[in-house]
């Protein structure tokens, strides 16, 4: 795991409980105490945490909200969470049926609906160049790769001609993924005004809208909010805080 990947996974962990061991870090990561201590003291550099006696606590009890200042690029986030994408995704992939037009959303979550829809005669729509990459070579359907400007550490196209051939096009299904959830008020946040747009329109023109996320995103605030929880058929996660009572468009994957 890069270095950068382990700053991400370190906020991620304290987001969720404001204070961990070094103990914990080096288990969670699976690097040794000197790796752990060099990249907290990296973060409070930053101004994000503090160090404590044994571990280290997340500052103000709040992170930083994401922009594009401060979002890491998709290459950086290949292999934070794994499995627990996986269990979404092949969830997720069962309400694809073969001639279906899709949308895959861009971001390193909806790749492993790919495994499982290889077999599919479907149309697959995207802005992600990451996601053709990924795309098997025995993939049999069509595939529609939505041009428009390009950012390449984001790896997906975006802006006025985005929008506008998006606007030819009417999904039964939209796969999304996104920075953040916030639980109690559904708010769905991600770090870019330009790239929100682009969800926007594709939910606007989706019969069936659906959003993949895991655990680490609840409670993650971005720039830009471009829809609320509400207006999915199903959220796919894998696992919901004990404390709150889960709403009845979740399906935990497990």
């Known amino acids: 795991m890069l270095s950068k990947e382990r700053l991400f996974v370190i906020m991620n962990l304290l987001n969720e409980k404001s204070f961990i061991t070094i103990k914990e870090l080096t288990g969670a990561l699976g690097v040794s105490r000197s790796s752990v201590m060099r990249d907290l003291i990296e973060l409070e550099k930053q101004g994000l945490i503090q160090r404590e006696r044994g571990g280290a606590a997340i500052k103000n ?60 005669n479907i149309k697959i729509i995207t802005t992600s160049t990451y996601l053709i990459r990924k795309l098997p070579d025995s993939f049999n359907g069509d595939i529609y790769l939505l041009g428009g400007e390009f950012k390449k550490e984001y790896d997906m196209s975006y802006g006025p001609l985005t929008l506008e051939m998006i606007r030819q096009f009417n999904f039964d299904h939209a796969f999304f993924s996104t920075n953040g959830v916030d639980i109690d008020s559904g708010d769905i946040y991600i770090f870019e005004f330009s ?60």
Do not use: M
Not at 218 to 239: H, P, R
């Open 195 to 254: 790239i929100g747009a682009v969800k926007k329109e594709i939910l606007r023109r989706s019969v069936r809208n659906y959003l993949l996320i895991d655990a680490s995103k609840f409670n993650i605030k971005a720039l830009c909010t471009w829809a609320n929880t509400e207006e999915f058929n199903v959220i796919y996660v894998d696992s919901f805080p004990q404390n709150k009572e889960l709403p009845d468009n979740y399906f935990i994957c497990s």
């Open 61 to 120: 009890a709040t992170i930083s909200t994401l922009s594009s200042f401060n979002e890491a690029p998709v290459a950086n986030k290949e292999t934070l969470y794994v499995e627990q994408k996986k269990k979404i995704c092949q969830e997720a992939a069962k309400k694809i049926n073969d001639g279906d037009c899709v949308y895959i959303d861009s971001g390193t979550t909806p790749v492993y609906l790919l495994p499982h829809i290889v077999n599919k």
